[in-house]
């Protein structure tokens, strides 16, 4: 913050004479803390009095110390969103503009809640979607959920669990921790049972929203719990997909056993690229230099960095903090550098705009004479800045190249464009870094903005790794069902855990959980997804066509010729004596039976129909009639014939 107001400051055609300061305060990260040092700032920004103020001189009546107001603009912070939260609830009743580089909870998006908040990173709405992405993209649907307990976790839970819902990913299982041992251990316990460690399913995948402060014991109750080693790396274990909550810089999350339960982590880091002149200013800094003095957390940053200590006897073995510089070998920069400076420059872009708007004709002379004759005056415009007009009139309409070359700007809600990278954890891969980034072990192998996701598989952990079997990692509940089974759902209200049930040969899958009958004459399709008609591609008869169906019909039509011609002739002759002798009323039953017979010809060899089925069965039993009818005629005229030799 302190390089980003010197750059500032250091551009005479920018604010024309105008100078920006800032009064710096330690939140420790502590929301009730922060709260305290944000009312003693507001306090003394309304400039009110305490006794402390009264000065007496020679037993003279008191007077009154009197310092007047401070020009404050904008508060820059917090990182922590359970911190920021707390401050905006009160700077918003002095309608203080605060832009915050760091925090991501959602609900600081809310403008009848936080009406003069903005800041320079996406809302968890989109960290949510970045993950529900990748869960996604990698078939994931079964996943377990670990959220700290403050406004980070919860917020960042309930903004994942909405978009899971959404997309029909299974929560398996939610675990709200804190930092006390029993319950941290209780929660991994509960993981490591829905990871199932002995069987292909399982809720392999945990999603994090977590505080930094949190992950190391996690890391560790992890690795004692599933008895890690690393002559057992091939065993099972669990995979985070982690929110930018995990700090990539932080050695205490991967030291001892703790790398191996971090191996393989999926992370993402809000998208932001190294300074290279802040990097150069930074490592300019040394004891005794100005610059270096001003900032009074760097003498504290430098005794816990370098083991040392200021101000040490001569003579002494202890190691000084005098002699120590900054080395770049060992210089790794926190990710949020880049969007602390944006701030900054964001609220200075918005004083400008404010400023060429109400105060026009505020011009500073540039020559070297008169540059430093007086100190330069606040346009009157200027000195009582409303916060509310200049968040929703200069701040929010703000757009400029940083120092990167990126264009910042914020949404209507105040929130930072949405861009992260995936970073995947591989500690154990001894190959050449295929990716330019600088972090280790930490390989980036994708990004996401704005619900556009990119991964580049091939160099995920599983496809590096010569100890793994290469094949992707599976977390769900249950495999996928064979062909010709349906989905038995365990409970009413799951979508992700089931049973395989077989459906029967002639039922085909309306649904994944539904079997249905085809129905008489129909019959399943091979994925069991529809029905087709046998009669329109199995069923096989003779044609009206083919030589096999005309040749049969000309004799049957000769035939029922032949024998209506009989019929004719026996009517004819119907009282003769021959007629009588033949058995007249038996010869007609014959005669007509042949012509169904002869009929049954055109029944035999018509396309199928149950009709048509019903009279062939009926069609062969007459046929078997005509044949006993004969039998007996035959053994009537034979003994007619004895009777007459005799």
């Not at 960042?156 to 929560?171: H, L, P, T, W």
């Not at 509960?190 to 992950?215: C, M, S």
């Not at 080395?327 to 404010?354: G, R, T, W």
């Not at 980036?444 to 704005?450: K, P």
Request: aromatic share 10%.
């Amino acid at each position: 913050m302190l390089y980003a107001l010197d750059m500032i400051n250091a551009q005479t055609d920018f604010l024309r004479g105008y100078k920006l300061g800032a009064l710096i305060l330690d939140s420790c990260s502590n929301p009730a803390y922060a709260l305290n040092q944000s009312l003693d700032f507001v306090r003394d920004m309304i400039g009110s009095t305490d006794v402390s103020e009264y000065q007496c001189h020679d037993g003279k009546p008191p007077e009154v110390n009197y310092s007047p107001k401070k020009n404050v603009v904008a508060v820059v912070g917090a990182s922590y969103s359970s911190v920021t939260v707390q401050i905006a609830n009160l700077l918003r009743l002095f309608r203080i503009v605060q832009v915050s580089p760091a925090s991501t909870n959602a609900d600081l998006s809310d403008k009848s809640r936080f009406e003069y908040f903005a800041r320079t990173v996406p809302s968890d709405n989109y960290q949510a979607r970045a993950m529900i992405d990748i869960a996604r993209k990698f078939n994931w649907t079964y996943i377990s959920l670990v959220y700290s307990a403050d406004e980070y976790g919860e917020l960042g839970a309930d903004a994942f669990k909405k978009e899971a819902r959404r997309v029909n990913i299974c929560i398996a299982i939610e675990e709200r921790i804190s930092i006390k041992r029993e319950a941290l251990t209780e929660s991994v316990d509960n993981l490591v049972k829905k990871l199932q460690p002995d069987k292909k399913v399982g809720a392999r995948v945990v999603v994090l929203f977590v505080g930094t402060e949190y992950i190391p014991d996690l890391m560790e109750r992890t690795s004692e719990r599933m008895k890690q080693e690393p002559n057992r790396r091939k065993n099972k274990r669990i995979i985070w997909l982690a929110s930018e909550g995990w700090d990539r810089n932080n050695d205490a999350y991967t030291v001892g056993t703790r790398r191996l339960s971090a191996e393989g982590a999926i992370v993402l880091m809000l998208e932001s690229q190294r300074v290279p002149s802040f990097e150069e200013y930074y490592l300019s800094l040394h004891p005794g230099n100005d610059k270096f003095e001003r900032n009074k957390w760097l003498r504290e940053l430098w005794e816990h960095k370098f083991s040392c200590e200021f101000n040490l006897p001569e003579g002494t073995s202890k190691n000084k903090c005098e002699p120590i510089r900054q080395s770049k070998e060992n210089f790794s920069p926190d990710d949020k550098v880049q969007f602390v400076i944006e701030a900054v420059y964001a609220i200075a872009h918005a004083l400008q705009a404010m400023k060429n708007h109400v105060c026009p004709n505020d011009t500073i002379e540039t020559s070297w004479i008169t540059r430093y004759a007086k100190l330069p005056e606040i346009c009157t415009a200027m000195r009582h800045i409303d916060g509310d007009e200049f968040y929703k009139k200069y701040l929010l309409n703000v757009k400029f190249k940083d120092l990167v070359g990126k264009y910042v700007h914020f949404s209507p809600q105040g929130d930072g464009p949405a861009h992260y990278t995936i970073l995947n954890y591989q500690p154990s891969a001894n190959k050449q870094q295929t990716s330019d980034s600088d972090r280790g072990d930490y390989v980036e192998v994708g990004s996401w903005s704005e619900q556009r996701l990119e991964i580049k598989e091939e160099l995920m952990f599983w496809n590096i790794d010569d100890d793994e079997e290469k094949e992707l990692p599976i977390s769900k509940c249950s495999m996928p069902c064979p062909l010709g089974y349906r989905k038995q759902l365990i409970k009413s209200d799951e979508i992700c855990c089931w049973a395989c049930g077989k459906c029967e040969d002639y039922e085909y899958l309306s649904n994944d959980t539904t079997c249905v009958d085809c129905g008489q004459g129909m019959w399943p399709t091979k994925d069991r997804r529809g029905c087709y008609n046998l009669t329109a591609e199995k069923l096989k008869h003779m044609k009206w066509s083919s030589w096999y169906s005309i040749v049969p019909s000309i004799f049957a039509i000769f035939g029922i010729l032949a024998t209506l011609l009989v019929i004719i002739v026996y009517i004819i002759y119907n009282e003769t004596p021959v007629v009588k002798a033949s058995g007249r009323e038996l010869s007609y039953i014959l005669l007509f039976s042949m012509i169904m017979c002869y009929t049954m010809t055109f029944v035999l060899v018509s396309p199928p129909t149950t009709f048509i089925c019903a009279l062939k069965r009926t069609g062969m039993l007459k046929k078997i009639l005509k044949h006993l009818q004969a039998y007996f005629k035959m053994i009537i005229i034979h003994n007619y014939l004895n009777v007459c030799q005799f």
